[in-house]
């Protein structure tokens, strides 16, 4: 058993998300908590997403004898014992040495999808190996093109079942945050950050004994990732070009448009993955809990829709399932959850997601996540409606609303 493994006990300082994030900012150098914590722009977007989720509003029922709530759920032929997993984010690593391992050893053990991204840590080959059927890998199209199309290949060879191509990075966006701090992949210590890494001596001295992560996917001979070059070469035509190699199920990830769904699912893609980068490429994006009705109109009910974005505690996973996702991840919590407390943080962030989820389960009288819909929600113009509707009632007969 691994040392990190062995260290499952409950985490002291991990409850939640909020904690996590909480904890992981005293613990992290501003450096790297911002590069994690912040988003494009005005950060409108960031916040934006989660003002969503909490103008929402799930409805309580009683007496619906719903005692045993199961949260196992299917998507894409998998079967996993819990309706969300882990987003692909890039350079995971620097939250904590060993973020990816710890990943996907989380989703192994409590069988749930872990997505490595192409910017990721750690290799292909290495995270399918960690995580087996629940690692699902993410394409990046970055020039040159031949590079691109031999990580699908490494990903085909190396058993992966399922491909996500993310389309919503034409251009790298700003991120204020990272320019003020001066983050650039490959660190270039000056003055300023090495007294924020300095004054940070557990994550420097781990990150020191690990080495600099990067992303290890790409060549290290002139040719590596380069960070804000243009991922505009996914286009139609790729996508067309990309279903015909890849033999496993294909997922376009970045999709907030209705129309671009439904070509989406004309091209033979297996599913859609709503998402607006957590805020991360567009300021002034919608919510994205709010594009998945119209997404999910578009589609069709069958048609498979995962979903991120501003999901930062159960209820939330609930409220996307309610509109209409049927898989839902989270990106940020778990690297929050990882540099709290390592191992034992992502154990309990995961614990608690799950506990509080079957809780919420039950007072909304549901037992299964099949059973979970529309339903399920009030919508804030509901309640404005009948609001409104009381006062007039309660006008005509002259009394007081």
Known sequence: MDKEDRKLAPSRRVYGCASARTTAQKKLPKLI??????????ETGLKNNQAAFDRLKLKPRVLSKATQQSLATEFLGQSYNQPFGIAPMGMCNLSHPRADYLMAQAAQRLKFPVA?????????????????????????????????????????????????????????????????????MPFKLRTRQFI???????????????????PVNFPQNGLGFDRDASRAMADWDFLDRLRDQWQGNLIVKGVTAPEDALRIKSMGADAVYVSNHGGRQLDSVPASIDLIRPIREAVGREYPVAFDSGVRDAEDILKALARGADFVMLGRPNLFALAADG??????????????????MAQI????????????????????TAHTDAATSAKAKGKKP
């Open 196 to 214: 924020d890494f300095a004054t940070h001596p557990i994550w420097s001295l781990r990150l020191l004994a690990a080495g600099t992560p990067k």
């Open 365 to 384: 009288g549901v037992e299964t996540i099949g059973h979970i819909g529309p339903h399920n929600l009030i919508e804030e113009t509901q309640m404005m």
């Open 343 to 360: 191992a034992a943080g992502l154990e309990s962030l995961y614990a608690a997601l799950r506990y509080d989820l079957s809780v919420a």
């Open 33 to 42: 908590f911002d590069f994690i914590d912040g988003a494009a722009g005005r």
């Open 116 to 184: 490595l991204s192409s910017a990721g840590s750690s290799s292909i080959e290495d995270m399918r190996k960690w995580a087996g059927d629940n690692a699902w890998f993410q394409l990046y199209v970055t020039p040159p093109m031949d590079h691109s199309l031999s990580l699908v290949q490494r990903a085909q060879d190396a058993g992966y079942r399922n491909l996500i191509l993310t389309v919503d990075v034409p251009k790298v966006s700003r991120r204020l945050r990272d320019i003020k701090n001066g983050f650039q």
